[in-house]
């Protein structure tokens, strides 16, 4: 972390032949050259003394533009991605405007999921529509329905896989000889699966996101966002539009994604199998209409997510039987299950996504069915959830 950074200096090849797990505690986390401390400090800065005009003692100038804890987390996010390139940013929101806003300008287009992140679809509807961007909507699960969707003017792709809240699942690899052919990018939001579960660079996409409030953060206290690329061009195009635009991470929220994602590997095989069992009895209660989840053989995205991710997530949605109020009831009736936004933390959040994550895409070609119910699957004793649940349900 001393030099001013390039693209370069995130690609530590000799660390490249790592495992997950260890790259997840080790990548970017080198000690403190001052003091040997195993943890990198928070650098709560902003401006460094420098050694007559222009010669930077330790290549950090002004922390905008870089920050050492920051460096930390971005060094990590590259090698858990597989990227030449990690990029932190102060929301998903203000990572995915950084990425749109580098690739596109007015007069462009790009196709987005029937069923993107509402926030994803609010960016595109109403932001930068006002700017000349254009979309379209397509089930990205269908690649014949991407390739119909596409303009002389496309320029990217946008999936979200398994995406929220449906569950559902796009072959990414499929994707991106779309995309390629096509001459667009092809972006990955993986929030959902979190780089233990999918590495999306290595199947061909072009850029991965993340709302690194999820699970990369994993405990509810921080928001914050991230861009991973490989293109080397594209890595120095983002981070002069990260600088220039400004949202970058500070330090202390940089510090608090770095420590979570120290146990992102063990968090999510635990979500994973809780979520697992709850998918399981859910598929038997005779309230539950439908269960979505990908890991379960007769959903329609199973075998792609066998190929392309090491398990099946800690998301799931359900219909339940009785419409809108009766799924209404049941996320009230939650105990253990904490009513809320969010997904990806320790603890097991509920959520009625018509009414609340995705109210904003009501009346649109995202609007989310009525009785569905999402959950975010915590890491507590399955045993506890399931009763929970099932009280819940009645
Ligand atoms: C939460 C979320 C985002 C937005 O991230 P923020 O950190 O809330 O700005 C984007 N995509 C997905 C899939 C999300 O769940």
């Keep these: 972390m001393s030099q001013q950074h390039t693209s370069e200096q995130y690609f530590d090849e000799s660390a490249a032949h790592r495992r997950f797990e260890t790259l997840a505690i080790h990548a970017g986390n080198t000690a403190d050259p001052l003091t040997g401390a195993v943890v990198p400090p928070i650098y709560q800065v902003s401006t460094y003394k420098q050694d007559g005009v222009g010669g930077l003692r330790g290549g950090y100038e002004y922390s905008r533009s870089a920050n050492p804890t920051r460096t930390a987390l971005e060094e990590n996010l590259a090698a858990l ?10 929301s998903g929101l203000a990572a ?10 007015p007069g462009d287009h790009v196709v987005i999921p029937d069923d993107a992140y509402g926030g994803t679809f609010r960016l595109f509807a109403k ?13 990205t699960s269908d690649p014949a329905a991407v390739q119909a969707a596409l303009t002389p003017r496309t320029k990217a792709i946008w ?6 809240p449906l569950l559902n699942i796009t072959d990414i690899a499929g994707l991106a000889g779309i995309a390629r ?19 999306p660079l290595a199947l061909g996409a072009d850029v991965v996101v993340h709302s690194t409030t999820k699970y990369m953060g994993g405990h509810s ?22 600088n220039a635009m400004g949202a970058v991470a500070g330090p202390f929220d940089a510090w608090l994604v770095l420590r979570g994602i120290k146990t992102l590997a063990v968090r999510m095989d635990r979500h994973c199998e809780n979520a697992t069992r709850i998918a399981e009895m859910l598929t038997t209660h005779p309230r539950v209409s439908k269960v979505l989840y990908p890991g379960l053989p007769e959903h329609p995205g199973h075998e792609v997510a066998a190929k392309q991710m090491k398990a099946f997530g800690g998301m799931i949605s359900f219909q339940v039987d009785g419409g809108e109020e009766a799924a209404v009831a049941v996320c009230d ?15 097991s959040l509920i959520e009625h996504p018509g009414r609340m994550t ?6 649109s070609a995202l609007e989310v069915p009525s009785d569905l119910v999402r959950l975010s699957v915590g890491i507590e004793s399955a045993d506890d959830l399931l009763a929970d649940l099932q009280q819940a349900l009645g």
């Design 81 to 90: 991605e597989g990227g030449r390139r990690g990029l932190a940013f102060a």
């Design 333 to 347: 009736r939650a105990k253990l299950f904490t009513l809320g936004e969010s997904l990806g933390g320790v603890e």
């Design 221 to 242: 206290d921080v928001v914050g966002g991230a861009l991973v690329v490989d293109d080397a061009e594209l890595a120095d195009e983002l981070a002069y539009h990260q």
């Design 96 to 105: 995915e405007d950084c990425l749109l806003r580098t690739l596109l300008a």
């Design 181 to 199: 052919s096509a001459g667009a990018r092809l972006v990955v939001d993986n929030t959902f699966a979190s780089p233990y579960l999918q590495q």
């Design 358 to 363: 995705h109210a904003s895409a009501a009346g």
């Design 159 to 164: 999936v979200e896989t398994p995406s929220n």
């Design 127 to 139: 932001v930068l529509s006002r700017w000349g961007v254009d979309f379209s909507v397509a089930h």
